[in-house]
C-alpha cells in the first residue's frame, strides 16, 4: 500500500512538473494528458488507493481462511488411523505438531483400548472354559450316581462330596464373574492411603 501510495504521489509531481516547467504550444495532445493527469490525479491516487485497498484486504482474508482450510481438512484425517502424517505450511508448523501429537496420543489410547478389550475377552474365555469343566464334571458325577444304584454307601458318599466341592467352585467362579462385570460398568476411584504392610503380607 505504501509502494502504491507513492507511486500515485510521484506521479501526480512528474505531471505537474512536466505541465509547468515545460513550455508548451497549446495544441500538443502530450500536453492535454499531463494536464488532465495533473487536475484529475487527486481523484485518480483515491480510486488507486481504494481499489489497493480492497485487493490487499481480500488477500490479507485469503491467507488466513486458506489457513484455516488447511488445518480444517487435516483434523479431518485425525480418526483415521492409516492416513499419513499430518504436513502444513511453515507458518502452521506449531498447528501440525499439535495434531501430529494428537493423532500418536489417538492411536495409543485405541491400542490401549483395543488391549484391554483383548484382555477381557480372554479373561472372559477362560472363565467360561472353567465353568464348563466344572459343571460337566459336575452333570458326570451326578449321572454316575443317578445311573448306578448298586453304588457302596463309601463310594457314593465320596462322589457326592466331589460333586459338592466341584459345585462350590462353580460357584465361586460364577460370583467372581458377577464381581468382573460390576467393576466393568461401575467407575472404580482409587482411594489411596497408608496401610500396614507387615499385616498385609502375613
Not at 114 to 131: C, F, P, S, V
Request: glycine content about 4%; proline content about 2%; hydrophobic content about 45%.
Amino acid at each position: 500500500m505504501l509502494i502504491l501510495f507513492v507511486v500515485m504521489v510521484g506521479g501526480y509531481y512528474v505531471a505537474w512538473f512536466v505541465c509547468s516547467h515545460i513550455a508548451w504550444g497549446g495544441d500538443e495532445w502530450l500536453y492535454g494528458v499531463f494536464k488532465a493527469l495533473q487536475v484529475m490525479s487527486p481523484v485518480i491516487i483515491l480510486a488507486i488507493m481504494a481499489i489497493g485497498s480492497i485487493i490487499f484486504l481480500a488477500c490479507a482474508i485469503k491467507k488466513p481462511l486458506q489457513y484455516l482450510d488447511d488445518v480444517i481438512d487435516a483434523a479431518k484425517t485425525l480418526s483415521n488411523p492409516d492416513a499419513p502424517a499430518v504436513s502444513l505450511s511453515q507458518e502452521l508448523s506449531e498447528v501440525e505438531n499439535e495434531l501430529n501429537l494428537a493423532r500418536a496420543q489417538s492411536r495409543e489410547n485405541l491400542r490401549l483400548h483395543r488391549g484391554a478389550e483383548q484382555r477381557k475377552n480372554d479373561l472372559i474365555m477362560y472363565l467360561a472354559h472353567d465353568l464348563k469343566t466344572l459343571l460337566s464334571s459336575v452333570i458326570g458325577y451326578l449321572t454316575l450316581l443317578h445311573d448306578e444304584g448298586d453304588l457302596s454307601p463309601k463310594l457314593r458318599k465320596k462322589y457326592l462330596s466331589i460333586a459338592l466341592d466341584k459345585a462350590e467352585r462353580l460357584e465361586d467362579l460364577i460370583n467372581e464373574f458377577f464381581e468382573i462385570t460390576r467393576f466393568n460398568l461401575s467407575e472404580i476411584t482409587l482411594q489411596y492411603g497408608r496401610i500396614n504392610l507387615t499385616r498385609l503380607l502375613e
